[in-house]
């Protein structure tokens, strides 16, 4: 890591090259898997652990108990609701959840003196939640519409900013296997989808997409005179890009995930579930895996769509020709190997 | 020292931004001082404690709801909250289709019922009235002597509708101390038994009404207005206009034929047949029950009697929400402790701190003293934000909550984002061998595409989320979206003009080892090595590893321009002359 800026630099000439654009079939084959795996696990386990918001019921939530016996919850709400299976749970530290269908006012009434009483606390450290039938199937049309409008703007500011579809589709496609892939580890963590976790996802697209602009802008750059050059192939300008954006990839990641790795772990590790927690965990995987998406699927994607074109074809084949002719001139000069 | 160029602009930005800064500063101190604002930002339910309704408005028959139709169901919603003596509601719609009522503290079960309950107007004709008070046990009519329906009512105000269950209900009635759990809403088809609430100038009064004739939905509009005299002066009583549609003014018509003949039959006095009223129930409780002193055949009745301008325009809108029958079904209903919220704000903020600290260390490490621009521009984005937030908290009544700060948190690392974009550039242009200042400036041209293209990108995931939002995250959506905006600001107008100062600076121009800009560190190959020495061919750090991967150095000779090419080559043979006999380390730049 200390010499972090000189690995940046051979990224940069290229002395350190990764191969990202040649290798493309195995990250996509990978990514394939990725997405198959995001898809399956969540069917198999048998849809994501919905929270109260796409459920409906109602929830108490007792801050500052004196035990944390789930027992004495489960008392209290069926004092009130005879034969109810209520969902207790420890949150953090000294918070208590407790979760059951729904409840009219007075139950609702009863149950939280029930359980100011049961844990030992005050009136108002316990506080009650009711979530109507409905409004998990209204945030989810919200959240469906909410990505559709955005991957729709995206796309078509994607294809003004970089005047090709191709680019905007290749970046799109990054941005949904990350999406799946987000999902699908949210799926496998059992953490609870709640709203909270949605906009974590919506977020996650846009962070992928800024993070595929940012590439791409590079390679357009190295790209921009191809037809006069006879250096490298376009592949591998796409690759050179790839690596010299690389280190900046890495900070920008790193110093994306810092925050959100802070709320997750410090946070959201002492306090349970909540706003923040869910949010972060879908922005820490979603970051992660949408600088990966970017370098692995994105900008080999475009490289592969365009590479097939007449114009660059050819190109390709200038490329190789005066590099035959330079293997015949200079052929003593054995090449140094790093 | 030129008047113009970089350095000049650089500072005209930097002042810029100090005058943007003391503007919000002294917009918000103004705020403050005239007690209107606070410096601190208003913080949502979840962190203050209090009780959150989110409310499906229903309307009846109709399928859609218009933003208008949802404008006034919050209007009705708040008249009917700030009746209830609650301080402080927030009601609010949320993506043109919810009503979302914040309520500080737990709210009463009156409260509860009378937010859910839906605005139901109507017309009843009197039947009977009496004072407000139950009529005590002892003298209350004897069985025997109540009334009984001799016949099946011929029309709404016909006293056969008074059976004797209902005038037990009507002497029972207490509308001095009237409860409020109703859970029913009244049959329209049947007499109803209610009560006028005691107001400023009248006593309370109870009522047997009739079955509904005309519904609130047929009223198209209300208004008040000074009342006119027969001169057509203006007066000053207030008086209360209604407008029909073509069905309510037939329906009225009607009514009025047969009401005021009970008017006529008790000589036009005050006190006569109470049969001459017609009361406008809203929400089974009656607001007024005028008389009828005219057939009315227009369409356009006018009420008047004691109005003040305030009551008059209280009246108006209850008729204009009654013509309006919308029903609120509550969606979700939050209780949120402040223990609660506070402790995840606490937790947030700490989170946050070492998130933006851990930001600040890694920052120092990857770009040393550069680091402290990427450190002081995020100060200053969070200064801006934090009077943005404050500002629109007075304005705009923006409150701060949970998602919020959680929006702020992940900005931090966003707006480091484009720090790095920019860094990374100035880094490529002095790998390609250029000076710092025209690295600073050929870098700021690329990175300035590259941030505003990812920023919209962030500003569009803003927007859409914000609009498009359920539940608690617009707050989310909207710091996020403000942060992008801050980030914007700074850095075009602190990070940019700060690095073209700086790289003017000894320390960074000349590429100290610990300003992070050090080109021998970033492998540039100056343009010429030490004494006597000139850059060769052989010198291109591009060794010829693989065909493919021919350097980029090549790349950056290429890109020079003529002019540049020409200047390196004579600040080429100036610093030889210079350094001839020098053996000091050779990765001075040439200014």
Same mark, same amino acid.
């Given at each position: ?338 | ?116 309950? =839906? ?7 009197? $039947? %009977?009235? @009496? !004072?407000?008070? #139950? *009529? ?80 609130? =939905? ?7 207005? $000074? %009342?006119? @005299? !027969?001169?057509? #002066? *203006? ?80 009246? =108006? ?275």
């Amino acid at each position: 890591m200390v010499n972090f800026s000189t690995f940046g630099n051979e990224l940069y000439t290229g002395k350190r090259s990764y191969d990202f654009v040649g290798y493309k079939k195995i990250w996509f084959l990978v990514a394939g898997i990725a997405v198959a795996l995001s898809i399956l696990i969540p069917i198999a386990k048998g849809g994501f652990n919905l929270g109260i918001e796409f459920r409906g019921g109602s929830e108490f939530t007792v801050s500052n108990v004196k035990t944390t016996d789930a027992a004495l919850g489960e008392k209290a709400v069926q004092d009130v609701v005879a034969g109810s299976v209520p969902r207790v749970a420890n949150v953090a530290g000294t918070t208590m959840r407790i979760q059951t269908d729904k409840l009219t006012d007075d139950e609702t009434l009863q149950i939280k003196e029930g359980l100011t009483k049961a844990y030992g606390v005050t009136d108002n450290e316990v506080t009650s939640t009711f979530v109507g039938p409905t409004w998990g199937a209204d945030v989810t049309k919200q959240a469906l519409l909410g990505l559709a409008i955005f991957v729709g703007l995206a796309a078509v500011l994607m294809a003004l900013y970089f005047r090709t579809w191709k680019m905007s589709l290749s970046a799109l496609v990054g941005m949904i296997v990350t999406m799946f892939i987000t999902a699908g580890v949210y799926g496998l963590s059992d953490f609870e989808v709640t709203p909270s976790a949605i906009i974590g996802f919506l977020t996650v697209l846009s962070y992928s997409l800024y993070d595929t602009v940012v590439v791409f802008d590079k390679i357009r750059e190295n790209t921009s005179d191809i037809q006069a050059s006879t250096r490298r192939t376009f592949a591998e300008e796409v690759n050179l890009a790839i690596n010299q954006t690389l280190v900046r990839s890495i900070n920008t990641m790193v110093v994306a995930i810092l925050p959100v790795g802070a709320i997750l772990f410090i946070g959201a590790g002492l306090l349970g579930a909540g706003t923040l927690r869910d949010l972060s965990l879908a922005l820490f995987v979603g970051i992660l895996v949408g600088t990966a998406a970017t370098i692995f699927i994105a900008a080999p994607l475009y490289a592969w769509l365009r590479q097939g074109e007449p114009e660059l074809v050819k190109q390709a084949k200038r490329v190789e020709q005066r590099r035959a002719e330079a293997a015949k001139t200079a052929s003593p000069a054995a090449p140094a190997t790093a | 020292m030129a008047r113009t160029g970089p350095k000049n602009s650089a500072i005209r930005m930097l002042v810029w931004l100090g005058v943007l800064i003391a503007a919000m500063t002294a917009v918000l101190a103004g705020g403050t001082l005239a007690g209107q604002a606070s410096w601190a930002p208003k913080l949502a339910l979840d962190l203050e404690g209090g009780t959150q309704m989110i409310l499906a408005p229903k309307v009846e028959g109709d399928s859609g709801i218009t933003e208008e139709q949802l404008n006034q169901a919050v209007a009705i919603i708040r008249q009917r909250v700030d009746g209830s003596g609650v301080a402080e509601a927030e009601i609010s719609t949320q993506s043109g289709r919810n009503v979302v009522v914040s309520l500080p503290g737990t709210p009463a079960k009156e409260t509860r019922a009378l937010i859910q309950a =839906s605005a139901d107007m109507n017309f009843r004709p009197v $039947l %009977q009235a @009496g !004072a407000g008070a #139950a *009529v005590p046990e002892a003298s209350r009519t004897p069985e025997a002597q109540l009334p009984k329906p001799t016949a099946a009512p011929a029309n709404s105000s016909d006293q056969n509708w008074i059976t004797p269950e209902i005038y037990k209900q009507f002497e029972a009635l207490d509308c001095d101390n009237p409860s409020q759990d109703k859970q029913q809403r009244s049959d329209p088809t049947k007499p109803l038994v209610t009560c006028e609430p005691a107001s400023a100038n009248s006593p309370a009064i109870k009522y047997i009404l009739g079955p509904v004739e005309v519904k609130g =939905s047929n009223i198209k509009s209300s208004s008040f207005q $000074l %009342q006119r @005299g !027969a001169q057509g #002066a *203006v007066t000053n009583e207030w008086a209360v206009n209604i407008q029909f549609d073509d069905a309510g003014t037939a329906k009225f018509k009607e009514v009025t034929e047969r009401l005021y003949q009970f008017y006529a039959a008790g000589g036009g006095q005050t006190g006569s047949d109470p049969r001459a009223q017609f009361a406008i129930v809203l929400d089974d409780q009656v607001i007024s029950a005028p008389r009828s002193l005219a057939v009315i055949t227009d369409g356009r009745p006018q009420i008047t009697g004691g109005f003040t301008e305030e009551s008059a325009k209280a009246l =108006s809108d209850q008729l204009r929400f009654g013509a309006l029958p919308i029903s609120f079904e509550i969606q979700s209903e939050q209780q949120i402790s402040a223990t609660l919220g506070g402790e995840q704000l606490r937790m947030g903020m700490l989170a946050g701190l070492i998130g933006l600290l851990l930001v600040v260390v890694y920052s120092l490490f990857q770009y040393r003293a550069l680091g402290f621009v990427t450190v002081a521009s995020l100060v200053i984005a969070g200064v801006l934000t934090f009077l943005a937030i404050a500002i629109l908290g007075w304005t705009e009544n923006y409150r701060l909550s949970l998602a919020g700060v959680a929006g702020l948190i992940v900005a931090i690392g966003q707006t480091a984002d484009s720090f790095i974009v920019y860094f990374e550039r100035i880094r490529d242009e002095l790998r390609e061998g250029r000076g710092l200042v025209s690295a600073v400036e050929n870098g700021w041209k690329r990175a300035k595409r590259t941030i505003l293209a990812s920023k919209a990108v962030n500003l569009l995931a803003a927007v859409v989320l914000f609009f498009v939002a359920v539940g608690n995250v617009r707050g989310f959506a909207f710091t996020l979206g403000l942060t992008a905006i801050a980030d914007l600001i700074v850095v075009f107008m602190f990070t940019h003009p700060t690095l073209q100062l700086l790289a003017r600076t000894k320390f960074f121009g000349e590429g100290h080892r610990f300003s992070g800009l050090d080109p021998k560190r970033l492998g540039a190959v100056p343009l010429y090595r030490g004494a006597g020495r000139i850059r060769t061919p052989e010198d291109k750090p591009v060794a010829v590893v693989r065909a493919k991967n021919t350097g980029a150095a090549a790349e950056a000779e290429r890109r020079m321009t003529i002019a540049e090419r020409r200047l390196a080559e004579k600040q080429e043979q100036a610093q030889q002359a210079q350094l001839a006999g020098s053996s000091k380390s050779a990765s001075k730049e040439g200014k």
